[in-house]
């Protein structure tokens, strides 16, 4: 039995079946849950994780909430009574295991050769010479000046370490309630992995609710104008909808969750899956308006006749090139491939089968008067292009070739970010605090050295002050802290200035062990507990830095790596900062991977489609064309490889490369009709030219939605992968057949 005929004899099958799969593929959605955590897009045994979660289930959660609080001077009676307040209600409340603020930090002195341990601020100053007198107690206090108070007074810290258990919307829920508490005039900003979880969490919830009906809207719209025919509209957007809920309905049926980057898998089945349908509806309109007493069940058996087969070879070649991402270290990104490739497959699937029964019960549209007389706009520009592309094809090679020499110079400019932070725009208030946090109190990252041994050993405390004054010579390290700093500071205290013993790490252990004792007879013991275990078995030295470029990053943990190398009670590093900097290199690693796995599936697609070489060659010439184009212009502007573009090598290559095969295809059946090249390269461009370039612009504008995204990366991405199918459209509508009048090659006709 005919393809043909399978459909019209079950097309009712074919028509039903569908819509009850895709009912009971949305199903699942309902229990979607969304992973703003960036430590989960690596897999557990990834090494930076498990150093990260070593340190935290020794000595607690590592990310800390930061509120950062603003007035013309804290040091004001008002100011300060809110913070009492403030701390007191935070160290009441049980969703917080630590608090550091003005009235958590100690001041650390010595009278009469003995060691007193108070608060920085013990009473509220009355008098401005008692405010002044405490500022300048502040300055000289090396644990709390630039650490919770910055240089000019304008800005104090309260730092949260959130309990064992406590999520994050419990904790900030508790901040809130007491925020409210106990108000004040201070501008209050928010900062911290919790709140940046937060943001994460809440924006890519508000851009899954309003993308995806925006973008379809726009979708149904340009199909409108682009078809002038309701059949044009309603066909490709059914597939559209039926894939987007398989795509999306398998990430729960998984175990999956939703992340910032799979924000983008309904777009994407916006922008691609009605691909399919869009060249049925072209070739429809053609054949319509050529053939005018034909009914809708013949023109429909010669549309399945001629495309079925340039079809399924474009959908396979684009399930390809998604599946490229599986290669990608980034959990959510090979996600985001498998997902993406099962619902362009089931999209590919409805088009060739769903969508022609659709089309036999259905009454023909009337003719579409421009392709009868051949005067449409569209026509008349496909029409230049096939003369110029055909007449000059030197020309054509040496604006494309000049083109591409100008954009690579720009690869030498690209640069890597994967720092989350730089996901929200500039004016958004986390941006701010990270700002405020970076440029006052010595920045938003975290670095933590885990030491193991004797701690009060005399030998390894003064290895490890000498890490400290080595780092803190780096401008980019803000400050410093350990054990071994403490007890230097408790060295002054018990000293005066000129004893060999002042400000430096005792000789004995017993004198270290006194020092200990003596502050925990004035002080608290449980002060030391983010530096020391209780036995002095272990203790962490923090390293807080700023880096704005991966460079930075870098180097900062490259020379806290190169420092500490050789000391043999140096176990791990951690901290997120150690995760970053796994993740820039995951996504330079997942980009050459998935873009390697994606060429050269799609390239062996077509040599064994077209049983050529050469067409091989050809076929993935504009995809690595646009591939260099892309990432150069990337670097002429500025743009960073980030997650969200990491990925548009592989979805560049998915979409693109249908448009040279439609271009093929229909070239060689113009060719076996007997046509010279010039008159099948006009007939083939002004024909399937209007789908290819129908389905590049709806792919364009489907991603145009993304422009409203919450968060920089996706605008960034919608941005380059409009660019990136602009260029591939542009090489199948001019590049492609220039190369083709020029080379003649044999699988487009075999007689040459």
Avoid at 406 to 417: E, K, M, Q, S, Y
Avoid at 692 to 713: C, Q
Wanted: proline share 4%; charged share 20%; with cysteine.
């Amino acid at each position: 039995m005919r393809y043909e005929t399978f459909i019209e004899k079950y097309r009712w099958w074919l028509i039903v079946v569908p819509i009850v799969i895709t009912f009971l593929a949305a199903i699942p959605l309902l229990k979607t849950k969304i992973n703003p955590d960036l430590e989960r897009y690596f897999p557990e045994d990834n090494p930076a994780v498990q150093s990260k979660h070593k340190i935290d289930s020794l000595f607690g959660n590592s990310d800390p909430i930061i509120l950062i609080f603003e007035t013309k001077d804290v040091l004001n009676a008002k100011t300060l009574t809110r913070m009492r307040k403030l701390s007191r209600a935070f160290n009441r409340a049980t969703e917080f295991e630590r608090v550091i603020s003005l009235f958590d930090t100690k001041q650390i002195r010595g009278e009469e050769g003995m060691m007193i341990v108070d608060p920085v601020i013990g009473k509220t100053p009355a008098t401005e010479a008692d405010r002044e007198e405490l500022r300048q107690e502040i300055r000289g206090n090396e644990l709390a000046y630039k650490l919770v108070v910055s240089e000019d007074f304008t800005k104090t810290l309260i730092i949260l370490k959130q309990a064992n258990g406590v999520t994050d919307e419990e904790a900030i829920r508790k901040i809130d309630e007491v925020l409210l508490e106990y108000g004040g005039d201070e501008t209050v900003l928010k900062g911290g992995s919790p709140y940046l979880r937060k943001h994460l969490n809440d924006d890519t919830t508000r851009d899954m609710l309003t993308l995806l009906p925006i973008g379809l809207i726009i979708m149904i719209l340009f199909l409108a104008i682009s078809f002038r025919e309701w059949k044009g509209v309603f066909l490709p957007f059914l597939v559209v909808i039926l894939s987007i809920a398989i795509s999306l309905g398998f990430f729960p049926l998984m175990g999956w969750e939703l992340s910032v980057i799979t924000v983008l898998a309904p777009i994407m089945m916006i922008a691609i899956a009605n691909n399919y349908g869009v060249h049925f509806i072209a070739r429809y309109q053609e054949l319509n308006a050529q053939n005018p007493d034909w009914t809708m069940r013949e023109i429909t058996r010669e549309v399945l006749s001629k495309l079925k087969s340039p079809v399924i070879v474009t959908g396979l070649t684009t399930i390809a090139g998604i599946l490229g991402l599986v290669v990608h270290i980034l959990l959510p990104a090979r996600q985001l491939g498998v997902a993406a490739a099962l619902g362009i497959a089931f999209a590919l699937l409805f088009s060739i089968t769903f969508l022609p029964a659709l089309m036999m019960v259905m009454k023909k549209g009337k003719r579409i008067k421009s392709l009868e007389n051949e005067t449409g706009f569209l026509h008349k520009s496909l029409s230049w292009l096939a003369t110029r592309s055909s007449r000059r094809p030197y020309h054509v090679l040496l604006v494309f070739g000049s083109f591409l020499i100008l954009a690579a110079g720009g690869i030498a400019f690209l640069h890597v970010d994967s720092n989350a932070e730089n996901f929200l725009p500039p004016g958004h208030p986390f941006r701010q605090a990270t700002n405020l946090i970076n440029n006052e109190f010595g920045g938003t990252m975290y670095m933590t050295v885990l030491f193991e041994g004797d701690i009060k050993d005399p030998t390894l405390l003064k290895r490890m002050g000498q890490y400290e004054t080595t780092l803190e010579k780096d401008p980019r390290i803000g400050s410093v802290t350990s054990i071994a700093s403490v007890i230097r500071i408790m060295s002054r205290a018990l000293n005066d200035p000129g004893d060999s013993a002042y400000n430096r790490i005792p000789d004995s252990r017993e004198a270290v062990a006194q020092y200990l004792e003596l502050y925990s007879m004035n002080g608290d013991p449980e002060d030391f507990e983010d530096l020391v275990n209780f036995d002095y078995t272990r203790a962490l030295m923090t390293v807080q830095f700023r880096a704005d470029s991966k460079n930075a990053l870098d180097e900062v943990i490259g020379e806290v790596e190169e420092i500490t190398a050789k000391d043999p009670n140096r176990t791990i590093i951690g901290g997120f900062c150690v995760i970053d900097k796994e993740l820039s290199e995951a996504i330079i690693s997942g980009q050459y991977n998935s873009l390697i796995l994606a060429i050269a599936i799609i390239a062996l697609l077509l040599v064994i489609i077209f049983r050529s070489a050469t067409a091989g060659f050809l076929g993935v010439l504009p995809l690595i064309y646009t591939i260099i184009a892309l990432f150069g212009t990337m670097g002429w502007l500025g743009i960073k490889l980030d997650m969200a573009t990491a990925m548009l090598s592989s979805i560049a290559i998915g979409i693109g490369v249908d448009y040279t095969i439609h271009l093929f295809w229909r070239l060689k059946q113009e060719i076996a009709t007997g046509k010279p090249y010039q008159e099948a390269i006009h007939t083939t461009l002004t024909t399937t030219g209007r789908g290819i370039t129908i389905n590049a612009l709806t792919v364009m504008i489907g991603f145009t939605v993304l422009f409203i995204s919450s968060f920089l990366i996706i605008k960034y991405f919608a941005f380059l992968i409009i660019f990136s199918v602009l260029i591939c459209l542009l090489c199948a509508l001019i590049l492609m057949p220039s190369l083709s009048i020029l080379m003649k090659p044999k699988f487009i006709n075999p007689k040459s």
